[in-house]
């Protein structure tokens, strides 16, 4: 009978690695290093050495893992150009720490010159891999796969048999089967040699391509970017200005004309909750109705805004963001002229729409007696009153609306040229207006509803008409989409790499000193894997049905039966 059994050599030395020559080379493009010869290293030597040190992988996830290390600061320290306020708060509370902070650039730490010389050295080195990686690669893909060594019983998966068919229809046949289950065969003297599983070197480049695309994504988009914050009441409107905004942050590099101009006029707010139920008061709607046009001379067009459902105008997208209510106010003087009279958008406070807020009037308001004063008013709304409970809502819609104010006058502080918040009330230089039992007047007010100042000093009222307020953020994100784009051809990219095996397939028809033809199959890849043995396994099974055992010279012929199919084992030691 014909011997058919596998033969896995073990890992030969290391002197004779050479015999595999070109079959066990290029099986992927990572560049090899080659200790330098330091005594011999002249200025040239130094800067070859440096070059391929920072474009070695381990370089490049280095300099990842500081890149990474680098934002954890801007995460955690308030930013310049993003809060402000924050940063000099922090000043304030630390003054020994704010000084060391602005030298390590830690308050505008992604504009620093440390954390930009990572994210450039990092570029620098993705690319330097890259390059010579793809020309390399591309050199493969335009050769052919690589002849048969001459001693295929090294490789790591081998296998062999005897059989009558001649030479060239195992040669012929073994190519037509090679073709078929798409690898890339050619004829090779004696031999056919195949390779299969580019696209794991393909991931690979696409993955690192991919980083790069990343990097200049988030760069251009953090230069360029803006992001501001607008509250509009119901019948107001807006115009993509500066001036506009509430609160405005962005990039180094952004300029007031990178603003895409529009404007939008709020027409109505719609908000749903579910009424009954474990999610009751839970928002089951928000839209808002907008009417915007599109530059100088637009057109008037219709729109409804909802959550995570933004108006995009050019590179803008207006995104609504959060919702109150404004009552409309009515204040009155000693002699009963008005001297204030709008909606007042008070912030919410809880889930309910518990809200708070403060009236000013600052100018044209006389007393009694006819002087000049400044009347505050701290104020809290209850969209759902229930008696009993005047410390929050018990709904967020407008069931039984309440309005609690409580009567200032004085000085409010607007006249010292220091900013305040127009949502707060500074109590500082106020007096409270006094009831009949000396206690600070405060009262709730129903829609409709007015609350008399003492001595003649004038009223407010709490009108009928209660209108709504919705918070857009107006964002503008250049690059985001090539951001997306490299993150999934990363993901697809990296998958490729870690999934796909590059593999080679020889297979070695003869003719034996006796006159029979011997077959040798063999396959080489990577790494040590179950896939090659069990993928050459199947091509022998296939290979040897075309062209079956034959019995050995030594064989008794009364024994002989079929031979089996060839079964291929890794060979042990085999070197990844």
Partial sequence: MSNTTDKAAPAAPEG??????????????????????LPSLGVIGWVRWFWRQLTSMRVALLLLLLL????????LIPQSGIDDTKVAEFRQAHETLAPVYDKLGLFNVYSSVWFSAIYILLFVSLIGCIVP????????????????????????????WRTEAEPEQIREAALTLLKKRRFRAHLAGDAVSAEKGYLREVGNLAFHIALIVMLIAFAWGQLFKSEGNKLVVEGDGFSNTLTQYDDFKSGSLFSQDDLDPFSF???NFKGTYEATGPNRGTPRTYEADLAYSVGAEGKDEKTTVKVNEPLEIGDS?????????????????????VVFHDAVPLLPLDGNVTSTGAVKVMDGYRDAKGKWDQLGFQAFFLPSYVK???????????????????????????NAGLPQSVYQLNKKNLKGFKDSKGAQLRENLNPGETMKLPNGAGSITFEKGIKEWAGFQVARQPASGWALAGSLAAIFGLAASLFIQRRRVWVRATTGADGVTVVEMAGLG???????????GDLAGILYEQAPGAPDPDDDPADSEASPDPQVVPAEGAEK
Avoid: C, M
């Fill in 265 to 267: 006029t709020l027409k």
């Fill in 526 to 536: 990577r790494s040590e894997s179950a896939k090659v043995p069990e993928e050459l």
């Fill in 16 to 37: 004779q690695d050479e015999e595999l020559g070109a079959a066990g080379s290029q099986l992927s493009t990572a560049p090899t290093e080659d200790a330098p010869n």
């Fill in 68 to 75: 990474s290390l680098g934002a954890i600061p801007g995460s």
């Fill in 388 to 414: 009993g409970n005047e410390l929050s809502s018990q709904f967020p819609a407008l069931l039984n609306p309440v309005l609690n104010l409580e009567a200032y006058h004085g000085d409010l502080g607007v």
């Fill in 133 to 160: 990686r793809t020309w390399q690669f591309v050199g493969q893909l335009r050769g052919r796969p690589p002849g048969a060594p001459r001693r295929l019983t090294r490789l790591p998966a081998y296998t062999t």
């Fill in 317 to 337: 997208k207006v995104y609504l963001v959060s919702h109150g209510y404004a009552p409309v106010i009515t204040v009155r003087d000693g002699r009963g002229k």
